[in-house]
């Protein structure tokens, strides 16, 4: 047990949750049981004719995100999926779910904090160099030959924070965006946690919008986190 009475599993996923989110945004890792727990049978019906990893996958991410809602007061009866992608959170709510296969873990924050969320997970070496071609852009794969982890990891990072990045503009926006459309820069590589830059090059209604976001690795996941302070596009900032 850790120093607050916490397993050393539950320590590693708070200290993994700190930093990845600014106070405020609940982070809650799947626990083993959440996998296989079934959902509500409004939930289950998305799930037909659904190959057994993803009944997991979705199963895992929906337990995480309403023990996250739990912890900021909202027990929504459904969670179910948004017709764009994504998740059609409760009134109140903001949140993001990944899941990885073996890994899956959801944010959620309460609506007045932030515009939206996006959050990412993906195994340390998910992008591959011929993949990395396809991901990353040019100065992208550059800046990778001065990283202090293998490419791999960092074209992984680069994969990730763009997801992240789609996860939480996309339910605002509807406004599609591709591997080549946006642009991350990682400026102090550190090989456990810290920030990064993605800046849309694209034309459109987000050309140029530049965000921040967070990245931290486990032992073996790269995850990445994007919480937007205000509309991308009206600018509008949560009412509080
Ligand atoms: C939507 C997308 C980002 C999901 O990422 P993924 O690696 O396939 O899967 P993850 O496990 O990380 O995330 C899946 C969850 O994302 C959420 N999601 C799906 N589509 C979404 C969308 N349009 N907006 C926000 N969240 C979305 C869902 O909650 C989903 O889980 P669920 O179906 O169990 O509810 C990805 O499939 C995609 O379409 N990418 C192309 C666009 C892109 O990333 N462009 C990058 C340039 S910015």
Redesign the pocket.
């Known amino acids: 047990m850790g120093a607050a009475g916490l397993t050393p599993g539950v320590c590693a996923a708070v200290r993994t949750g700190r930093s990845l989110f600014p106070r405020g945004v609940v982070f809650t890792e799947a626990a083993a049981a959440m996998w296989e727990q079934p959902l509500p049978v409004a939930e289950e019906q998305h799930l037909a004719g659904a190959v057994p990893r993803r009944i997991r996958?979705?199963r895992a991410?929906r337990h995480s995100a309403r023990a996250g809602l739990a912890r900021i007061g909202l027990r929504p009866e459904l969670l179910l999926?948004a017709p764009?992608?994504?998740?059609r959170w409760p009134s109140g709510a903001v949140g993001?779910?990944?899941?990885?296969g073996r890994y899956c873990a959801a944010a959620v924050a309460p609506a007045a904090l932030a515009a939206g969320i996006?959050f990412?997970?993906?195994q340390r070496t998910t992008v591959t160099e011929v993949m990395a071609r396809a991901v990353c852009r040019p100065e992208e794969l550059d800046r990778c030959e001065r990283d202090p982890y293998p490419a791999e990891e960092r074209a992984t990072l680069v994969f990730s924070a763009?997801?992240a990045?789609?996860?939480a503009l996309?339910?605002l926006t509807g406004v599609p965006?591709?591997?080549q459309?946006?642009t991350v820069t990682v400026p102090a590589a550190r090989l456990t946690s810290g920030r990064f830059w993605a800046r849309v090059l694209a034309p459109g209604p987000l050309s140029g919008l530049r965000v921040q976001g967070r990245y931290a690795f486990t032992a073996t996941e790269v995850l990445t986190s994007v919480v937007l302070s205000h509309h991308p596009t009206t600018g509008k900032e949560p009412t509080r």
């Open positions: 996958e979705f991410g999926p764009g992608g994504g998740v993001s779910i990944s899941h990885s996006g990412d997970a993906a763009k997801e990045l789609y996860k996309h339910p965006l591709g591997f459309d946006v």
